[in-house]
């Protein structure tokens, strides 16, 4: 089995919104980025994470509302964030567990197979990671990946 790819995070999330800005625009929402990171090198497949974000996002597009936030940072040392945030309302505990099994449906007459959420939290396990939402006034799903700590890929990040 080969192993995983080092991957910068950061270039990667903006890529990621780059593929679905146009999806963005034509339902009138904003999407915006913020990164707090001091360091976003993660030991992961960078075709797989791209998926998770892409599907994260989708989601947010799809059952959202108002602008969609991605946000990269480090709740902790030795993990790194990507947490996208819209401003429709929390989750409570029971749907937030819900999401991501299979097949499950906020609403049933969305389009897509209810698999978006499975197939994100299956990919962030994959790699030692977790992908949950937080339970919070507004919508975030929290995407969390152990940081690649003996990187030596270089990174847009100063200092890295």
């Known amino acids: 089995m080969a192993l995983p790819d080092q ?26 980025f913020q990164d707090d990171s001091q360091q976003d090198i993660v030991q ?9 974000i892409a599907n994260a996002l989708d989601n947010a ?28 309302p929390g989750l409570d505990e029971e749907t937030a567990s819900l999401v991501f099994e299979r097949f499950h ?9 209810g698999l978006g959420l499975t197939i ?7 790699h030692g990671g977790q ?9 975030t799903l929290r995407l969390l990946l152990p940081l690649d700590t003996q990187a030596q890929v270089a990174s847009d990040k100063p200092g890295v």
């Open 7 to 32: 991957t910068a995070l950061a270039p990667l999330c903006r890529r990621a919104m780059g593929e679905l800005w146009p999806l963005f625009e034509q339902a009138g929402r904003e999407l915006q």
């Open 44 to 52: 992961a497949s960078e075709m797989d994470l791209a998926e998770a």
């Open 61 to 88: 597009l799809t059952h959202g509302s108002g602008t969609v936030t991605l946000h990269l940072h480090q709740p902790q040392p030795g993990l790194c964030a990507i947490d996208i945030i819209d401003q429709g």
């Open 105 to 113: 449906k906020q609403d049933s007459g969305s389009q897509g197979a």
């Open 120 to 126: 994100v939290r299956q990919i962030l396990l994959r």
């Open 131 to 139: 992908a949950f939402f937080l339970l919070d006034s507004r919508c």
